[in-house]
């Protein structure tokens, strides 16, 4: 089983950026797709961005070009550069991984990190 804690939320003004980070812990070398999926009040969980060992990335419609994924296989880690955040980046954050090429809701997650951007 893999154990996973975010960090690096917060609240930020539109424009700004956040850099989010996640530790990978238990059985972190079972692991090949990590990162992240988001969800704002009343909506569905949503896809941010994910990185394959193999070095894929994927990203959601709505971050593509503003955000970017990355990996530090040493250390189990994975990161989230934000940039350019706006009002409607607003939500928990959670990290996620497992062992196939996509994270699944049946996979490891985080407890999530708020991230508020607001004036």
């Known amino acids: 089983q893999v154990q996973l804690v975010e960090s690096g939320g917060g609240l930020v003004q539109p424009g700004g950026s956040l850099r989010l980070s996640c530790a990978a812990s238990?059985?972190?070398?079972?692991?090949?797709?990590m990162g992240w999926y988001r969800q704002a009040p009343g909506k569905q969980r949503e896809l941010v961005a994910t990185?394959?060992?193999?070095?894929?990335?994927f990203y959601g419609d709505s971050v593509k070009g503003r955000f970017t994924i990355s990996r530090e296989f040493a250390k189990n880690m994975v990161y989230l550069q934000m940039n350019s955040l706006k009002p409607e980046d607003t939500a928990v954050y959670y990290c996620?991984?497992?062992?196939?090429?996509?994270?699944?809701?049946?996979?490891?997650w985080g407890q999530g990190t708020q991230v508020t951007v607001s004036s």
């Open positions: 990185a394959t060992s193999g070095g894929s990335t």
């Open positions: 996620g991984a497992g062992d196939g090429r996509w994270i699944g809701l049946n996979d490891s």
């Open positions: 238990g059985s972190a070398k079972t692991i090949n797709a």
